[in-house]
């Protein structure tokens, strides 16, 4: 059985840090892309950032890019994010996601039960 459990959210202030960790299992993940999803109140969910867990390559959205950053421990099969710079509009739970190649990340073929991340002004 897949599971990604997401951990780390939490309440901060604006302009501070967390790291949000996503403990993957139940399957090889070599042909996948692991990415950080969010969806805050009344917004679609949006993509954050992913990781090709074979090769490393990432990417990120525009909106995090410079403050955000999608790594992993193959070993131990955990998918990190560090945030930085926290802002208020960072509000939302964020998702942990697993996308084979070449599918998208608007439809994941798993994914976790969320971590609520909560920026105060």
């Known amino acids: 059985q897949v599971q990604l459990v997401e951990s780390g959210g939490g309440l901060v202030q604006a302009g501070g840090s967390l790291r949000l960790s996503c403990a993957a299992s139940g399957r090889s993940f070599d042909y996948y892309v692991m990415a950080w999803l969010r969806q805050a109140p009344g917004k679609e969910r949006e993509f954050v950032a992913g990781i090709n867990w074979s090769f490393g390559a990432t990417n990120y959205a525009d909106s995090v890019k410079g403050r955000f950053t999608i790594s992993k421990d193959n070993a131990k099969k955990i998918v990190f994010l560090q945030m930085h710079s926290l802002k208020v509009e960072d509000t939302a739970v964020y998702y942990c996601?697993?996308?084979?190649?070449?599918?998208?990340?608007?439809?994941?073929?798993?994914w976790g039960q969320g971590t609520q991340v909560t920026i105060s002004s």
């Open positions: 996601a697993a996308v084979r190649r070449g599918g998208t990340w608007a439809s994941p073929d798993y």
